[in-house]
Each structure stands twice: as C-alpha cells, then as structure tokens.
C-alpha cells in the first residue's frame, strides 16, 4: 500500500511540470509607423510621423487549451500602442484592443469581453468586406470615412455559429458602450447580426447593426451593411453599400443641439480593386456617401474620397505600403475637418 502511494505521489510530481510544458501561450504583435503630408483645408500643411497605418501596432498574448471533444477554451488580451512615443493608445484600459475569453464547441463559439463590433475591421469577430483598404489607413479615402462603423466595446457577448459549407452566423451583444457600467438598463446598449460566406476566392458578409444612443437621448440608429470581394487572378474586386436611420455619428461634428433626436439618415457606396503588380499589390478605393440630417437647418450633405496604395511584402513579416488619399464633404459637412483633406503617406509594418 504505501508503495502504491508513494509511486501514484511520483507521478502527480512529474505530470505537473508536463502540463506546464503543453502550454502554448502566444506573444504576437504589429510594430507600423509611417511618414506623412498631409492637409485640412484652409489650414497649414503638416509633416510628421504617424502611427499604424496599415495596421496598428500592437502586442498581444493568447492561449487556446483543447478540452478534447471539439471543446477548447482560450483568451486573447491585446493592447495598442504609438510607434514612435511607445505610449499606449488608451491610457484608460491595460487592454484596450480586445480582452475575450472564449468557448468553442461543436456548435459553435462564445466569446465574453471587449471586442470590435461586426463592422468595425478590429477584433477577432469583425466580418466587414467591401474594401480594399484596411480602416486603419486614413479616413480621406478608407470606407470608414464614408460608412458608419461599429468600434469596440465593453461587456460584449458573441455567438458565432460553425461553419456551413463556408456561411456562418454572428450574434452580438454589448450593455456597456457607456453611461453607468453597473445599470445594464440605463447604459447605451449595441446589438449586431451578421451573415458571412467565404469559400474559394469568395468573400461575402451582410450586416445589421443597432444603437440604442441612450446617453444621447437620440432614437436608435439601425445600420445595414453588405459588401463582398472576389479574387479573379488577375485582380481583386470590392464592393460595399450601407444604408444608416438616425445615425447618430455627425453629433460628434455638426452641430450637436440642432440635430435633434432624429439623427441622420445616409447612404453609402464603395468600390475598389487591388491588382498584383510588381511583387506587391496596387490598390484604388472610391467612396460616396449622401445623406440627410433631421432637423437641422443645412440637412442634406455629401461626402465623397478616393485613395490609392501599394503594399510590397520585404519578407514574410515585414511589408513596405504607400499611401495617397483625398476627400471632400459637402453642404452640412462643408466644414468638418475628417471630411476635408489629403494624405500622402510611406511606411513599413513589421508583425512578430
């Protein structure tokens, strides 16, 4: 008897460090920084550097165990930071790109934490296509500076059900996107629905997204997407459209108390190709908006960019990208800075 323990007290011992030594915990991240020119209309040129472009730096640590069974748990914790200061893109959150524990089952996966929104084009559960360009280039000629995206959020909840010969389904819930954290009620609230196909060279999604703008006393904003690719060999071709009621996002630019709590109403419209060329790919985006402002004395306005880029791998971690974008907006958003400007930019993005 005290042979069998002190044997079975061996064995613990030793399956310990074994256990530790299964783990595959990942440290990864993006180092992108970029020199600029750019302008605002009516106002002076600037020079300088400027900080993930094609992509924003980060770091970050993730971890999946297999459970077995088709069952398997992980997290990822993802901070962003600036180049050339090294200083966190938000001060506020250790976290603040994504911070999700997550499930995964034969019928399908749950994720809890901060993540992007379905059309945010961040976090692992975004399904945004239709461009060419990331968001995370400048908004004078990427499809952010026309369409209405989700951002990230806190105290998100995401079903993703398996995949279906290529279509999959994303639900997403989030009671935090501000207002008092502890009164789920009484916080803006964000829902999201999203259908995805991507077999072969096919890229498909469509989006429903909706904003209860609580906070702002608005009425909610429900916002449709859909937008696709398709990689001929020869080119890539992107298309998106959007439609927005009572958007909410000018409040932020166009006179905020003569709004009122219809928001805005808008369409937008994508189109971009991407061709290889020269061992890189060169890229041209335009992009179109027309839309309306309940209750505002100028209501009606147009925005509209174009943009192109070129993006040359070095190696397979290290890519060279150049950037050329203008945009203008129109009536109510005559005068709105994000609306008005050129860009001409060059710089690398290193991940690891």
């Known amino acids: 008897m005290k042979k069998s323990l002190i044997m079975s007290a061996l064995l613990c011992a030793f399956s310990v460090p074994a256990a530790y030594a299964q783990s595959n915990v990942t440290l990864y991240g993006v ?23 094609w992509a924003g730096s980060r770091f970050g640590i993730r971890e999946t165990e297999d459970l077995g069974s088709g069952y398997s748990i992980g997290f990822i914790l993802e901070q962003g930071f600036k180049t050339f200061s ?28 901060r993540t992007g929104g379905l059309s945010s084009d961040c976090g692992t559960y975004t399904i945004l296509h239709g461009s060419s360009l990331w968001t995370s280039y400048y908004n004078n000629g990427n499809i952010y500076g026309t369409f209405i995206l989700s951002d990230r959020y806190d105290n998100m909840a995401v079903y993703k059900t398996p995949s279906f010969n290529g279509s999959t389904v994303t639900l997403m819930y989030s009671n935090g996107i ?17 259908y995805e196909y991507a077999a072969g060279k096919a890229l498909f999604s469509a989006i429903w997204e909706m904003y209860d703008n609580k906070t702002l006393g608005y009425k909610a904003s429900n916002v449709f997407t859909v937008g696709g690719s398709y990689d001929f ?22 006179r905020p108390d003569s709004m009122g709590k219809d928001g805005a109403n808008q369409h937008g419209f994508s189109a971009s190709i991407g061709i290889p060329a020269a061992g890189g790919t060169a890229k ?17 306005y147009r925005l509209w960019s174009v943009a192109t880029a070129y993006e040359y791998p070095i190696s397979k971690r290290t890519l060279f990208y150049t950037y050329a974008g203008y945009g203008r907006g129109k009536k109510a958003v005559s005068s709105v800075d994000n609306y008005n400007s050129w860009t001409i930019s060059s710089g690398l993005s290193h991940n690891f």
């Open 284 to 300: 041209l985006q335009g992009n179109y908006g027309i839309g309306k402002i309940k209750g505002a004395e100028d209501d009606d």
């Open 178 to 194: 501000g207002g008092d954290s502890e009164k789920w009620f009484r916080n803006d609230h964000y829902y999201g629905v999203g």
């Open 86 to 113: 090294g200083e966190a893109m938000n001060l506020s959150k250790a976290f603040a790109r994504q911070s999700t524990l997550s499930i995964t089952a034969p019928f399908g996966e749950a994720a809890f934490g």
């Open 31 to 53: 180092i992108d920084g970029a020199i600029a020119v750019s302008k605002v209309r009516g106002g002076d040129t600037r020079i300088g550097f400027d900080n993930g472009i």
């Open 233 to 254: 060999g020869w080119a890539t071709l992107y298309g998106a459209y959007q439609y927005a009621n009572h958007s909410s996002r000018l409040s932020d630019y166009v």
